[in-house]
């Protein structure tokens, strides 16, 4: 398993990935908040007439989930230069089975963390809310949260045991 996880191509698939995830909650947050609204709260359902009438939320929610999407932009931009400085400039990346460079150490730090903050979010703030799918089973947005927080780490820490 360690030299999967050291493997060149596999750290550039970890960093497509996460490029296209965080990309995906940039575009479908910030662009979509009323149909992500609808999609992921359980506002149709809410007890509250007034809540229940607007499953898709207000222009109040829209800005928030907006602000979330764009809070986003900076995980994808990351992971989308260590991703093209890993196929274009081939030399910045480490070979295979040795330590990561330290620019890749602290990329897959700032994205363990920033998709570990959102898993730990949807585990611990929204789990058993009843107003979010997430957190309550398992739903794709804390599934894939907590796995790439895994992974980050995970290849992360097999650099670093085998350095």
């Known amino acids: 398993m360690s030299t999967t996880l050291t493997g060149t191509n596999f750290l550039r698939a970890l960093y497509a990935a996460n490029l296209l995830w965080h990309t995906s909650a940039f575009y479908h947050f910030s662009f979509r908040a009323p149909y992500m609204m609808t999609k ?25 989930m907006a602000y979330l999407g764009l809070i986003n932009v900076g995980f994808a931009a990351l992971a989308g230069m260590r991703l093209y400085s890993s196929v274009f400039a081939p030399s910045s990346l480490s070979s295979p089975l040795t330590a990561l ?8 730090m700032v994205l363990g963390i920033a998709n570990g903050s959102q898993a730990w979010g949807n585990f611990v703030r929204t789990s058993g809310n ?26 992360m820490g097999a650099h670093l045991w085998n350095s």
């Open 130 to 155: 009843g107003r979010w799918i997430m957190g309550s089973g398992w739903d794709r947005i804390t599934v894939l949260d907590a796995v790439f927080m895994i992974l980050d780490f995970a290849v």
């Open 101 to 108: 460079s330290e620019a890749d150490i602290l990329a897959l």
């Open 40 to 64: 992921l709260s359980k506002r149709s359902s809410s007890k509250s007439p007034a809540i229940a009438s607007t499953p898709e939320g207000d222009e109040w929610h829209h800005d928030v």
